[in-house]
């Protein structure tokens, strides 16, 4: 049955959201549930990565792994980095062909975090600095706007994975709360942008002004208190929730 694939940068946390997952539809379903990854397979990562050829092949692998475990009845969870936007694609285009329901779960870190999470590592399983340096730099992040990336859960180190939501998305086929892209989306354009610019978040046509920097504590406290005013005032026209929370945002981050 749905697919669903999770990425991120190396050393982002993605298999432990992904056994969490597992976990939890082995609980709440009773279908099998598959997780398909480079450790599953075998791969020696830090030749795999080093070597365009090998890790074309690899991919070929785990997409042929996915496409042989996924029918009406399996869940399969694919545990890599599937960081080529258009290797998302073809995985979309598989699950288009089977009729099959697919997410996305983004584990969003920084560089930093994930390298000092790397270090820390049993060594058997770091990926050297330079393969590290170089999957970061060639990471093409998940955009919700690209129907192969949506829907999208984008997950913080200490966030709580949203089970329910994820299970709807896949059972009920019902599209996530904007909020979450969009605050990665506000977290990875200060990376590069200036007080000033004007940040344009997935799926509303508003933008996001920031008139300064804004951290990950104030962002999550603003889309808890969002999350909050918009339970008390529902609108039918949910279409315009990715605009409220942005005009929200530009009041609250002035
Ligand atoms: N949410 C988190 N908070 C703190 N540390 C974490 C978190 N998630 C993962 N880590 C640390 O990062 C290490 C790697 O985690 P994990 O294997 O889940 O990452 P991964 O993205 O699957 O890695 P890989 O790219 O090698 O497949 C763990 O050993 C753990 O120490």
Redesign the pocket.
Known sequence: MPLVV?C???????????EELKAHFEKSTDRQVYSV???ALGLD?NSVYADSQKEKEARASLKAEVERKVNKDNIVIL???NYIKGYRYELFCLTKHTQTPHCLVH?LTSGEE?SL??R??ESA?Q?GQDIFDALVKRFEAPDSRNRWDSPLFTVL??DILPLDDISDALFKRKAPPPNQSTQSAIFNAQKTSVPGDLIPVPGATEKVALTRSVNMAELRKLRRQFISYSKMHPTENTSQIANMFVQYLNKGLH
């Not at 991120?8 to 992904?18: D, V």
């Open positions: 999770m991120g940068y190396p050393c982002s946390g993605k298999t432990r959201r992904a990854g480079d450790g990562r545990d890599s980095l584990c994930s999470w790397n820390n590592r399983e990926y180190k200490d």
